[in-house]
């Protein structure tokens, strides 16, 4: 049975990176190769010279954060600090608090922006909060007192309108995280305008990060199976686009762990759905076009369905992210069955990465994977 601890590593807190790169493709980029287990070291903006392009794929996740951190208070004076998850309806949504809540408390943000708890969620525990205010104008008001919901571990004195421009990929388009797909933070419009040009077919899919993405995993993670709920959506345009360049022979690289759970997700849905019984080893696996919700929680050793690249950020220790890449460098994929992250070959990846200063987390360096 494999165990939390076995995806742990040591790193210096000074290699967490603050700030995004200035230009966004000037960070890193290692490419690391599964089958031959080389490494190089490059930069973002030589992406187009590190993949055939006119035979790749490139899926980004066009989900847009939005500032979904507010401070108020109790009506007994008591701070309070929320952060949205999702809307439930026209005026209700999903939230985490600190401190907890209590059904059928109220909390005031401002002058004028009121909520009351009107449910608990008996699995997570997640208050779900009803505002004053209908969706449209409720955006529109958090716009005005909101905060850019950026990750714990990183210390920044950048100013709110910045920091809603950097922890945001420049393609951004659906509204709905509170967390960025980090992943896609690297391109710039020159960047993905030459791999257009260099024959680079690149889709979007859209999942909504939730910050389940930086919680501790807990044993009951693993002994079910499931991660955090994060809702996804594929159009018909994507998944025949997909579709026909697997068919194509086509490499499929995902821009992100966000994007891999959705396709992973929606191929494993769509082979349930269809009730098909194919072996695991077939690459007859396809997309389908739909809104869902994905709980998927890939470790090792699991088989790849649907991509064949991966380009992430370098994580956490003890993650599902770190776990999953693990899985995607590892058996079945490679000769290599995974024991532990230090001797896997990404545990080697990142000690390559700690030894050449490369820069940890959401605002950090990346890695390409083939």
């Not at 991966?310 to 290599?336: C, E, G, Y």
């Amino acid at each position: 049975m494999i165990s939390i601890d076995q995806f742990d590593y040591p790193f210096l807190e000074e290699q967490i990176a603050n700030k995004l790169t200035n230009p966004r493709d000037h960070s890193k980029l290692m490419l690391l190769n599964r089958q031959t287990k080389q490494i190089f070291h490059h930069y973002f903006y030589n992406l187009p010279d590190l993949i055939d392009c006119q035979n790749t794929v490139l899926v980004l996740n066009q989900t847009k954060v939005f500032p979904a951190r507010l401070f108020g208070q109790k009506e007994t004076g008591g701070k309070v600090e929320i952060l949205l998850l999702k809307a439930l309806s026209q005026t209700s949504w999903e939230i985490m608090s600190k401190p907890r809540l209590k059904l059928g408390q109220q909390i005031i943000f401002g002058n004028d922006l009121k909520a009351k708890v009107i449910a608990i969620d008996e699995n997570e525990g997640y208050p779900q909060l009803e505002f004053n205010y209908n969706y449209q104008d409720f955006i529109i008001k958090i716009n005005q007192i909101g905060i850019t919901p950026i990750p714990p571990y990183i210390k920044t004195e950048e100013t709110e309108q910045k920091l809603r421009h950097e922890y945001q990929t420049i393609f951004a388009k659906n509204l709905g995280s509170s967390a960025a797909p980090t992943a896609g933070l690297h391109f710039t419009k020159r960047l993905l305008e030459e791999l257009r040009n260099k024959g680079t077919q690149i889709e979007y899919i859209t999942l909504h990060v939730g910050p389940g993405t930086f919680q501790n995993l807990r044993p009951e993670n693993l002994k079910e199976k499931k991660l955090h709920t994060e809702d996804y959506e594929i159009d018909q345009k994507t998944a025949i686009n997909l579709n026909t360049a697997k068919e194509q022979d086509k490499k499929i690289i995902a821009v992100g762990t966000t994007t891999t759970r959705t396709l992973e997700s929606n191929v494993l849905i769509d082979k349930l759905q269809n009730n098909v019984i194919s072996n695991e080893c077939e690459k007859s696996y396809s997309i389908t076009a739909q809104k869902a919700s994905t709980d998927i929680f890939i470790y090792p050793p699991y088989q790849f369905k649907f991509i064949d690249g991966l380009i992430t950020n370098f994580h956490l220790p003890k993650s599902s992210l770190l776990m999953l890449v693990s899985a995607f460098v590892s058996a079945p994929q490679s000769q290599d069955k995974f024991e532990n992250f230090e001797k896997s070959l990404v545990g080697q990846a990142y000690q390559k990465a700690l030894e050449n200063n490369y820069r940890f987390y959401s605002f950090g360096d990346a890695m390409l994977i083939i």
